[in-house]
């Protein structure tokens, strides 16, 4: 294995992950690789998970601060969670022993755009970082790291943190080497520059991470698999999603708004946000970019038909048979995709600058066009933010979507307001169900509501929100956005309470 690391000085230091593990102690700010379960170090979290473990056995307290690039898996995540081993944890997480640790309120979550962490950590707003855990594909002759199946902040990462540990993982595919594109020339404000992309496949960078040796205290050799979650099959909600979606991007292009090139699409995490790309091969498109942060299995699906010409991001988040797809057809990918750290990957200038097509999964929207794609009754975390606020805001399009209810049709997607938002209504061009999309643009609020009222919402709950609005609109305190402040977030009370949106007579 030892071929994947070919420079003297990082074999010296090769050690077990116990020993690695032991550079960490408690109070300490660790930030570690990761992006949507690809990259992150597979093997330290976990010895790391057991000092905590030895620690709480002898009552003492050991706990940590965590960031990564996004989310990671159960061998980081779930392992330091369920040892209490981290007391915040910051910028993106979707493990289910952490979101019950935040909602349960035991552990502090920093919900932040994806393209804001690097900068902020340079900013110094996270404070000090005391070691970057960082999983590589290899380490060069010069001592230069083979970036993994994420870029995420890595870069930054090896440059803020006083001590490095790097976890060579040989189960990454070796012929990941070169597909990375690493920008060095980010700088502080008021010196930054502009960033000189102009196309989705420009190389502006980099192929691998620089480090210092002198900081890397430990090398941990590890032949591990990435998360690889499945994704649910594209069900009948998702196939009319896509269905509307692709409608509305030939009507732009008969209006001369869109070319059939189309601009460079951006599509999110989610089994929806998976199941519109896998739409979008059935719209004959060929040829197209895609500028974006996630690699998932729809847009290797479209690299492979020829629908996508080449794609950049900072992760992959495949399946076990998109891994599989991915393994043994890498070279062919190898020359079609283009890994880059976040904060380039979702740049907001790059991103207005090449027009992307922003499309993004959605927990609620409100009939003015407020989303919330993070919080349950406005409480409850879900996952996070990620990207879809650098995309959303910057976008030449964005599109948010999803089914028109939830919990087996007792809660609405569409509401009179929503319980957190993520997205405001200056944010939200077009909103998809599976029942139509509302096409916001140039939509005055009261227009819009009865817009997102008509197409947008579930017919079982369509005069409800009619209702609301009618009332609204003559009694409401204003008639800009017209609303009934009392009665606006009763939907999310009446669900907390009984588990359904419906009234009680009909739920
Ligand atoms: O719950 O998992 O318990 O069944 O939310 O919902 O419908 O399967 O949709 O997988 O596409 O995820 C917004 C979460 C959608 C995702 C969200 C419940 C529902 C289900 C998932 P279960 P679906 P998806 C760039 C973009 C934010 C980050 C982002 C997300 C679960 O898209 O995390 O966009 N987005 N990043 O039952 C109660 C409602 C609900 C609801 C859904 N109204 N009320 N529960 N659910 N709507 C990528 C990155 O940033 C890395």
Redesign the pocket.
Known sequence: MSERIRHPLFRDRITSAAEAAAAIRPGMTVAMSG??GAGYPKAVPQALAARVEQANAAGERFRIKVLTG??TAPELDGALAKVEGMELRLP?Q?DPAVRERINAGTLDYIDIH?SHVAQHAWFGFFGKLDVAVVEVAGIREDGSLVPSSSVGNNKTWLEQADKVILEVNSWQPAALDGMHDVYYGTALPPHRKPILLEHPDDRIGEPSLRVDPDKVVAVVETHAPDRNSAF?PPDE??RRIAGHLLDFLSHEIDRGRLTRGLLPL?????????AVLGGLAEGGYQGLTAY???IQDGMLELLKNGTLRMASAT?F?LSPAGIEEFNANVDFYRSRILLRPQEIS?HPEVIRRLGCIAM?????ADIYGNV???H??GSRI???????G??ARNGYLSVF???S???GGQ???I?PMVSHV?HTEHDTMVLVTEQGLADLRGLAPRQRAKRVIETCAHPDFRPMLQDYFDRACRDGHGMHTPHLLGEALSWHQR?VETGSMRPAATG
């Open positions: 992006f949507t996004a989310s993106y979707s994806l649910s909600a998702s951006q599509s999110g995490v989610g089994n929806i946000a998976n974006t942060e996630v992760s988040s979702n993004n999964g959605m927990i609620e919330n794609s993070t349950i009754a879900m996952n996070g933010i990620g990207g879809s650098d995309f979507m999803s089914p209810t939830a919990r809660v609405s997607g509401v993520d669900m």
